[in-house]
């Protein structure tokens, strides 16, 4: 089983700073997820990579699919409280489709 | 926006005892799973389901565990003789291809 490492495991910035969470893994990642969820809910997919070198953007979010497939980065701009959460990177694999999550990054906007 | 509803919220029950936890998946996905979360850990599959019989199952999924889908709309993960290392946020979803819907989850506490 694939183990997937976020980084940093907490982060807490002021409102209107910039930040970039990572999710590596030892080996090559099928396609990637990466999700966010708040306390008591489940996860929301934001994204889903399957290129290397592939980039995403949604609206101040930008994913980046690493070129070997083996990492990924999530960068935030001009963060805003409400994007405080959990944001767990997944990979998505075998026949039934299934996720193996990382640990996930804690972030913390404050206002 | 379509959603995957999870009943009860939250459930606590006594030690040996066993429990269902009900789940209605987007009515046109294909693939069911449950997913666990014991707190401060990480979110772990299941078990995935499709065209009515399992079709992946890790680990944790052992003898304890069963799923059912007995009717078109609902889907059904039954824990029996309960333990106290079972309590944790288990989080029902579905998907049509890459994209996976989690509902809310259930919390369940075993006493």
């Known amino acids: 089983t694939q183990l997937l490492e976020q980084s940093p495991q907490f982060l807490s910035i002021q409102e209107g700073e910039n930040l970039t969470v990572y999710c590596n893994s030892s080996?090559?990642?099928?396609?990637l997820q990466w999700y966010r969820q708040e306390p008591g809910e489940g996860p929301v997919l934001l994204v889903t990579?399957?290129?290397?070198?592939e980039v995403k953007k949604l609206k101040r979010l930008t994913f980046q699919f690493g070129d070997a497939r083996k990492d990924s980065s999530l960068h935030i701009t001009a963060a805003q409280p409400g994007d405080t959460g959990l944001y767990l990177c997944?990979?998505?694999?075998?026949?039934?489709?299934?996720?193996?999550f990382g640990s996930g990054t804690q972030l913390t906007v404050l206002p | 926006e379509p959603e995957v509803t999870q009943t009860p919220s939250h459930q606590v029950t006594q030690m040996g005892q066993e429990v269902i936890l009900r789940c209605v998946p987007i009515?046109?996905?294909?693939?069911f799973y449950w997913y666990r979360q014991i707190l401060g850990q990480k979110v772990e599959f299941l078990v995935s389901?499709?065209?009515?019989?399992?079709?992946?199952k890790s680990e944790i999924f052992d003898d304890q565990f069963s799923v059912e889908r007995p009717d078109g709309s609902n889907f059904t993960l039954k824990i029996r003789s309960t333990k106290l290392e079972d309590s944790a946020m288990y989080f029902c979803?579905?998907?049509?291809?890459?994209?996976?819907?989690f509902g809310s989850g259930t919390r369940l506490t075993v006493v």
């Open positions: 009515s046109n996905h294909l693939y």
């Open positions: 080996s090559v990642f099928s396609s």
């Open positions: 389901f499709y065209n009515n019989e399992i079709s992946e």
């Open positions: 990579v399957v290129t290397g070198g």
């Open positions: 979803a579905s998907s049509e291809s890459y994209g996976y819907t």
């Open positions: 997944a990979e998505l694999s075998g026949s039934a489709r299934q996720l193996t």
